[in-house]
């Protein structure tokens, strides 16, 4: 299949937490065109069964591809955990996913092959990441911890709150304990929470930012494929999601860090 560099890079996720993946990659690669969606209306995902996930996978990455983009990126760390190989076998462009990315970073970042992972419960329970990192790194130990609250915390915007930082002491003691060297931030959300995870993890503990990795990775890709937009032209950003719910633009406006538009309303039939 014969792909054209100016065509629009497809990012997708089950909301709104994918604009830190194309925050990311706005800034890693500003000449390129993007074409998000978010699937605002049966987000979240984290605590939805695999079949449903899968299903709900299959639905976006279809309208991505028929939007032509050159490349499919999974920006949702749940549907790369347990889709990643289903989007895969029905792309004829390449897809990149937020865990292949993640993993490969931890491993690099990782001195002692002592990782720490931390995502939603279905993210958590698919063990995708620990295997992604055994791949790239046979002897590393893996400590996962499920972290269902940080996704509302961060919605409401309790970025530097005292509530989500007793939580966070909470979620990450038993993974402290196990003196990990390396946090893995393997849900969309975490970004923003990045500082005050800083502060509770301390110093010394290395953390990877999975949308940091995901732009870097597309930046290998691009140019290994000689894909990358020449830029010639300002780039296009463009937005579809499936609801538009209370504070969408002020919550999406925080992930992106930059006005949210245009944005387009997808009606489906199959919910
Ligand atoms: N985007 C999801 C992830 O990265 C978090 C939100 C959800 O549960 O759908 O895992």
Redesign the pocket.
């Known amino acids: 299949m014969q792909i054209d560099p100016s065509q629009p890079i497809g990012v997708f ?3 709104i ?2 604009l830190t993946v194309v925050r990311a990659l706005m800034e890693r690669l500003p000449f390129e065109h993007i074409v998000y969606f978010g699937d605002t209306a049966r ?5 939805k069964s695999v079949e449903t996930i899968a299903h709900y996978t299959t639905q976006i990455a279809q309208f991505l591809l028929e939007k032509n983009v050159k490349t499919l990126i999974i ?5 790369a ?1 347990v889709a990643a190989q289903t989007v895969r076998d029905m792309s004829p462009v390449p897809v990149l996913d ?1 865990i292949e990315a993640g993993a490969w970073a931890a491993a690099q970042a990782s001195p002692g092959g002592r990782i720490g992972v931390i ?2 419960p ?2 958590v329970n698919s063990n995708a990441y620990a295997r992604a990192i055994h791949a790239q790194q046979r002897e590393a130990r893996i400590y996962s911890q499920a972290c269902p609250l940080f ?1 509302p915390l961060v919605e409401e915007g309790w970025l530097d709150h005292e509530v989500t930082r007793l939580t966070a002491e909470e979620y990450l003691r038993p993974v402290m304990a196990e003196h990990v060297d390396t946090l893995v931030l ?4 975490y970004p923003l929470i990045k500082p005050l995870l800083r502060q509770v993890v301390g110093e010394d503990v290395r953390l990877v930012d999975s949308a940091e990795a995901m732009a870097n990775l597309t930046a290998a890709l691009l140019a290994e494929r000689s894909l990358l937009n020449p830029g010639s032209t300002p780039s296009r950003y463009e937005y579809y999601v499936t609801d538009v719910p209370v504070k969408f633009q002020t919550i999406g406006e925080r992930f992106l860090g930059r006005s949210l538009n245009p944005v387009h309303v997808v009606k489906w039939q199959d919910k």
Do not use: F, I, Q, R
């Not at 987000?43 to 605590?47: K, T, W």
């Not at 920006?75 to 549907?79: F, G, L």
């Open positions: 996720d089950s909301g937490g994918g987000v979240p995902y984290g605590v920006a949702c760390n749940t549907m955990a937020v995502g939603t279905t993210t996704v393997g849900c969309t959300h």
